[in-house]
């Protein structure tokens, strides 16, 4: 075997031009998958890591119903003691916060324009580490400077616990003309369906990933939200883990525990509720299956040519070492190695080469225009995925042997007498 | 005893929907340890009938017997056996493979065998050194002239120890005196380990050398 792997590789570079262009081929066709696949698994971490960050969280807690009736009837599905919850949710060091969320929907008047609204009462010092709120940045869609970007984009952040203040989605804030520090008026039915209003000062105006969101949200203190609502309960907890990786785990622990302690509550995961994440990895994944096939096919043929030159120019060498007493399927597996060997030499420069291309580009950063749905510009870099590398690698490999079958055959159904004859 | 048996091998070639004789109706015995020259004018029959006898080629009536065994009923895979333990060849264009070294050709002709790699590259520099070329056992066959690449094809054809060596022409591609001096050595594998050796020719220096003259003319055998 020794022998056979010294013959196939010195064959292999009997033409070292022809050779150089193969691997070259295979190479090329290993940065490009290891690229495309780094990129788009990057853009689908930000994605995720954006959702989660800006609306989701990992986990949110519901009172049991919510989910299947709290469109219909949402002030029916609050939870009365979110800091019950909250006590119970610290017994998991793997959560790095919960806030409590109080969601409704009504009517901001500034006097000369009405639009409708979804508010988010939030609880402010907790959610300037669970959303990407007023002052915090994120390497998520941010250009150029990821860490500081802030995205009250206009006037300031959330100050107090209950103070009569909002923060109002950018989009909104455009259609209303609204100013910073002016007074608006919301309105909207209590949770027994009273009809209730409430001044409240425009603090800032912020912007978020989706366009959609900030089109009609509004934020504003819990407390104060509370009061418009005439309530103490919240509507939902919102757990942020400290990795994303946990999510499952951890879900399924808190639902066990809800379980045996016979609490009245619902859970639902940040991937039940992202659905246009979910397509656009789908999409993401497909995109690069095909690149994977073209490429594939790309250099399928380039081995193929190589291969197929090689076993013509060495018809009396087959028909030498086939009189020698090598078997058809000894000759098809010396030629079946070279093919091997390409893909393996191949692979493993694209390999080393497609983490170099990798990790300068990801050190610079592409610029990219806003996503579908979004506003703002970003930057993405490249991820090393180990999975990414291990099967192109594998697959550079494989077309090597594939792309070599046919040759290895014609090499070994060949007639030693023609063979020896051939010149 | 016989080693080689042929009988009554016919072999045609089809052309262009025209059949054309080869060998015909052949018989010939070989006995072991023979030095035996097949003679005869080019197209005469004499590289067929050594195909037939090497298990490449097969006829298309008769039997060749090589060692007792009917080669007729045997498959692909087990003539590729026959011919890795007991015969091997001697080409006229030498026929070595260009990417190996003059040792390495030789250990090649030895994949077949169940040894280590350090018995293979041992056995493969004694059979160079009885050619006298161990000095060139480093260089590649571009880098040694036609009669040396011959010694190192006949250390080749040697170092498995077979049966038979089958030689085709082995002296065609060579000037007269290292022709000479390829078959002497052939002549002296012959005798020290008594090998039958099996060539074809027409040159009647290297006839005057054989220990039997077999004249092959027009497909027809005349002892």
Redesign the interface.
Known sequence: MRLALRLALRNIFRHRGRSLITISTITFGCVALIFVGGFFEDVSLQMREAYISSQLGHIQVYRRGFNEHGRKEPYKYLIDNPDVVKALLRTFPEVQYATSRLQFSGLLSTGIKTATFIGQGIEVRNEKTVSRDPGEGTRAFVKKNPESLPMVIEGRGLSDVGAYEILLGKGLAENMKAAINSPVTLLTNSVHGAINALDVNIRGVFETAQKDFDDIFIRLPLATAQRLLSTRSVQSVVIKLRRTEDTERIYKSLARMIKVKKMDLELRRWEDLADFYYKTVALFQTFYRVIRLVVGIVVVLGIFNTMNMSVMERITEIGTIMALGARRRGVMILFLLEGLLLGCIGGGVGTICGIVVVRAVSKVGIVMPPAPGTTSEWLATVQIVPSIILSTFVLAVLVGGISSLYPAYKASRLQIVEALRYR | MSIIEVKNVCKNYTLNKITVPALKNVSLDVAAGEFLALAGPSGSGKTTLL?MI?C??APTSGEIWFDQQNTGGLD??AL??????K???V?Q?F?L????TAV?NV???L??KSLT?KERRKRAEAALDSMGLLRLAAHKPLEMSGGQQQRVAIA?AIVREPLVVLADEPTANLDRKTGQEIVALMRECNRRQGTTFIFSTHDQKVIDVAGRVVSVWDGEVHS
């Not at chain 2, 590729?80 to 333990?85: G, M, P, S």
């Not at chain 2, 493979?97 to 190996?100: M, T």
Request: aromatic share 14%; no cysteine.
């Open positions: 195909n090497g490449i080629d692909s895979d590729a056996d026959l011919r890795a333990q015969i091997s060849f080409f264009n026929n493979l260009p990417v190996l390495e250990e090649y002709a994949f077949s790699p080749r």
